[in-house]
């Protein structure tokens, strides 16, 4: 079984437990869920100001600087050709919502999943699926661009066969982030907007990194990925972030990217701290008032740490957000 994270974009079983952040919730892409307690903001294109023949000031969305048709290759290696400037798009992922709308173009978008929560505004927008979107309710809001997440492959493809372009993405790593934001910048019609908004994620992430290795710590970490030990291995996003954020991941000797720990294994590595989801824990006692782990180091110091895992492993334009998060359940003195 894949558990890889979904985006929700958060691990799909975390999605799922979310649900029930980002799981990393669905295991067989990343999914990335819901917000969490701390105050996140999304960057997006700033509007112009312009005056009038009456003299009054009005704001206005800045241009487009897009060209179309434009050719682009998606993460499964797919060229899609968008033959237009795109006026109806629908978004099969969180992430790829936030993207959007991060870009400034969120008042083409006509169709989110059950999934999404960031910005507020879709809240209101029609709903085409969870996990996996429905090609019909896709479909009938007659969109004239898909993006879509790894793993919709299968239920758009009736969608791609309508001659709709759809893009699937897939990003494993923040330089995959950043390439997708750039790709649907391409796609939408505002490849600057992109090029700005990548900078802006990229400028915060070496700001936050920096912060945690000037604590001059590392302490090791344990994250679970759910309640039955699963965690983030070597290769892993999260292993990634981790290593951003000031930490030893307990996880890097393990054999691959997503796997399960025994208690036994858990015990043995003895972490400094350990981080649990706030998909499944609402607090840590459920961890720390179990025996088998009572003389773990990180329960004895007080440092089981539930946190905001959707923001943390949805890949999106919050990243940085995600990554700060991490970083002060790990750092809590430095920010």
Same mark, same amino acid.
């Given at each position: 079984?894949?558990?890889?994270?979904?985006?929700?974009?958060?691990?799909?079983?975390?999605?799922? +437990?979310?649900?029930?952040? =980002?799981?990393? +919730?669905?295991?067989?892409?990343?999914?990335?869920?819901?917000?969490?307690?701390?105050?996140?903001? /999304?960057? =997006?294109i700033s509007e112009t100001s312009t005056t009038d023949a009456t003299g009054s000031t009005t704001s206005e969305p800045p241009a487009e600087d897009g060209v179309f048709p434009v050719t682009v290759t998606d993460d499964t290696g797919a060229t899609v050709t968008v033959e237009a400037r795109p006026e109806r798009i629908v978004a099969t992922a969180p992430a790829n919502t936030e993207t959007l709308f991060a870009l400034g173009v969120g008042d083409r978008v006509v169709g989110v999943t059950t999934l999404d929560d960031y910005p507020p505004e879709v809240a209101d927008i029609p709903k085409?699926?969870?996990?996996?979107?429905?090609?019909?309710?896709?479909? %009938?809001?007659?969109?004239?661009?898909?993006?879509?997440?790894?793993?919709?492959?299968?239920?758009?493809?009736?969608?791609?066969?309508?001659?709709?372009?759809?893009?699937?993405?897939?990003?494993?790593? $923040?330089?995959?982030?950043? %390439?997708?934001?750039?790709?649907?910048?391409?796609?939408?019609?505002?490849? /600057?907007?992109?090029?700005?908004?990548? /900078?802006?994620?990229? /400028?915060?992430?070496?700001?936050?990194?920096?912060?945690?290795?000037?604590?001059?710590?590392?302490? *090791?970490?344990?994250?679970?990925?759910?309640?039955?030990?699963?965690?983030?291995?070597?290769?892993?996003?999260?292993?990634? $972030?981790? %290593?951003?954020?000031? %930490?030893?991941?307990?996880?890097?000797?393990?054999?691959?990217?997503?796997?399960?720990?025994?208690?036994?294994?858990?015990? +043995?590595?003895?972490?400094?701290?350990? $981080?649990?989801? *706030?998909?499944?824990?609402?607090?840590?006692?459920?961890?720390?008032?179990?025996?088998?782990?009572?003389?773990?180091?990180?329960?004895?110091?007080?440092?089981?740490?539930?946190?905001?895992?959707?923001?943390?492993?949805?890949?999106?334009?919050?990243?940085?957000?995600?990554?700060?998060?991490?970083? *002060?359940?790990?750092?809590?003195?430095?920010?």
């Amino acid at each position: 079984m894949d558990r890889r994270p979904h985006p929700s974009n958060t691990p799909r079983f975390l999605l799922a +437990a979310a649900l029930a952040i =980002a799981l990393i +919730a669905g295991l067989t892409a990343w999914l990335t869920g819901c917000g969490g307690d701390e105050s996140t903001t /999304t960057t =997006a294109i700033s509007e112009t100001s312009t005056t009038d023949a009456t003299g009054s000031t009005t704001s206005e969305p800045p241009a487009e600087d897009g060209v179309f048709p434009v050719t682009v290759t998606d993460d499964t290696g797919a060229t899609v050709t968008v033959e237009a400037r795109p006026e109806r798009i629908v978004a099969t992922a969180p992430a790829n919502t936030e993207t959007l709308f991060a870009l400034g173009v969120g008042d083409r978008v006509v169709g989110v999943t059950t999934l999404d929560d960031y910005p507020p505004e879709v809240a209101d927008i029609p709903k085409v699926g969870d996990f996996q979107p429905s090609a019909e309710a896709v479909i %009938a809001l007659e969109p004239d661009l898909v993006v879509g997440y790894s793993g919709n492959e299968e239920p758009l493809k009736p969608v791609m066969d309508a001659g709709t372009p759809v893009l699937i993405l897939n990003p494993t790593s $923040l330089e995959g982030i950043y %390439a997708n934001i750039l790709l649907v910048g391409q796609a939408v019609g505002a490849p /600057t907007a992109a090029e700005d908004l990548v /900078t802006s994620i990229e /400028t915060e992430v070496e700001g936050i990194s920096t912060t945690a290795r000037e604590t001059g710590e590392s302490p *090791k970490v344990f994250y679970a990925l759910d309640n039955t030990l699963w965690t983030a291995g070597p290769g892993s996003f999260v292993d990634e $972030l981790l %290593a951003l954020a000031g %930490a030893t991941n307990a996880a890097a000797g393990g054999p691959e990217a997503y796997y399960q720990l025994t208690p036994e294994q858990l015990v +043995a590595t003895d972490p400094d701290i350990i $981080l649990l989801p *706030k998909t499944v824990f609402a607090e840590p006692d459920t961890f720390v008032g179990d025996p088998r782990f009572a003389d773990l180091r990180a329960v004895k110091q007080g440092r089981v740490v539930v946190f905001d895992d959707v923001i943390v492993t949805r890949p999106g334009p919050r990243i940085a957000e995600g990554l700060r998060v991490l970083a *002060k359940a790990i750092h809590p003195d430095a920010f």
